[in-house]
């Protein structure tokens, strides 16, 4: 018995690698397909990051909601979670607690995502990966908490690779200007990220709810603040009026929401029957590949700085990964 759990467990880790690996390198290649094809017949490019937002967090609030019904109830207590779903919690807790999580997160995708417009997939991909970044900002700034020399060392090492990998040699000032204002972009995005990852953890505890159900409140919340944007601008007409002239961009989009979806699902599982370390090291690796896949599937040629930035930039994450696994180790 204790054989066949313990390979029960490893087969079902595993699963969970292929699965993330799955979605995130798909879901990379079309969200570069996304906004760097230029769609026939007129070669225009698609550039509806909210409309695209909106759609992406419905994905998610029915994936969320699916996985409540699958793995959080059985046959007989269905309507029993749903209705504990709705009205357990104040109106007041929803919109502080919820709602506040819902902005950070939405305005986290956002920014990556619209940064697309301004820089590389990769570029996007390692500027993501820099979370260490302002998470030492903040907790400098805000707690006045030291880090130790190898710590700075990390961070150095990544941002130095960070800026090898967006140098440029010979381009116009418009350009300089424009991948600068991406780069800002994804500062604002890993801010962002920063916030919403301690106030997820920080309800989960008081509340005492389950990951799923978070998931499927903040991207509930999300899709209302997005549909009221949209609904105030008008942009959804401009963005169906494109997808209905560019056909092509609606199995882009529907793949690129299906697989966002399953991929988020699947890192909560992970993170809920393993640890946050495990999905980091999962994740990291997945971001490298994806890094990999982009030259491939899209012929970028990668110059003699940028493949120094990338080595420098994922040397620093993994020994980061390396000193929390030694730390967990001695704890």
């Not at 961070?155 to 780069?183: A, C, D, E, H």
Request: with cysteine; net charge positive.
């Amino acid at each position: 018995m204790a054989f066949w759990s313990f390979h029960h467990k490893w087969f079902e880790l595993f699963s969970c690698i292929i699965s993330i690996y799955f979605c995130y390198l798909l879901y990379g290649v079309l969200q570069e397909r996304l906004y760097k094809t230029k769609y026939s017949p007129d070669g225009a490019q698609f550039g509806y990051s909210l409309f695209l937002l909106f759609l992406q967090c419905l994905s998610h609030t029915v994936f969320s909601i699916t996985c409540i019904l699958l793995f959080e109830t059985t046959g007989r207590n269905k309507k029993e979670r749903l209705y504990s779903l709705v009205y357990r919690h104040e109106p007041r807790v929803l919109f502080k607690g919820y709602g506040l999580i819902a902005g950070t997160y939405l305005l986290a995708m956002f920014f990556s995502n619209h940064a697309l417009h301004y820089v590389s997939y990769p570029l996007q991909t390692l500027g993501k990966s820099s979370k260490m970044i302002p998470v030492m900002l903040m907790g400098i700034i805000v707690r006045k908490k030291k880090y130790s020399s190898s710590q700075y060392l990390r961070v150095v090492l990544l941002s130095f690779g960070v800026f090898l990998f967006s140098y440029k040699q010979n381009v116009t000032k418009t350009t300089i200007n424009s991948q600068i204002f991406g780069i800002t972009l994804l500062l604002a995005s890993l801010l962002m990220d920063g916030l919403t990852g301690p106030l997820q953890e920080r309800f989960i505890q008081d509340k005492h709810i389950s990951t799923y159900e978070i998931m499927f409140f903040q991207n509930l919340f999300a899709v209302s603040y997005v549909a009221i944007v949209l609904l105030v601008t008008r942009s959804w007409l401009e963005a169906c009026q494109f997808i209905h002239l560019h056909p092509q961009v609606f199995k882009d989009i529907v793949i690129f929401c299906f697989t966002s979806a399953v991929g988020q699902g699947v890192i909560v599982y992970t993170i809920c029957n393993y640890s946050a370390l495990v999905c980091a090291t999962i994740t990291t690796t997945r971001k490298f590949l994806s890094v990999l896949v982009s030259y491939i599937v899209f012929g970028h040629v990668p110059s003699f700085y940028q493949f120094c930035g990338v080595f420098l930039v994922f040397i620093s994450i993994f020994w980061e990964i390396y000193e929390k696994y030694r730390a967990q180790k001695i704890n």
